[in-house]
């Protein structure tokens, strides 16, 4: 199953995804973000997809299916 998550290797901090989706996203002391327990399925929502289009280092990914784009 599809499972959407946020590529540590690659995230910036910038919180973009956290001011767009906070209730998919959250961001940690340092402004880095990760997906919310229970939230992996909301890839396809519309705040999530605002979300994963305006993180400028292409860090929010969805497993399981083609690289968010
Ligand atoms: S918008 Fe992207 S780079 Fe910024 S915190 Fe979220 S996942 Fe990380």
Known sequence: ???LYVDQSRCQGHARCYMLAPETFMIDDEGYGFVREGREGSY???NVRKAIRNCPE???KIRGEEEAK
């Open 1 to 3: 199953m599809a499972e």
């Open 44 to 46: 396809d929502e519309e």
């Open 58 to 60: 292409r860090a929010i």
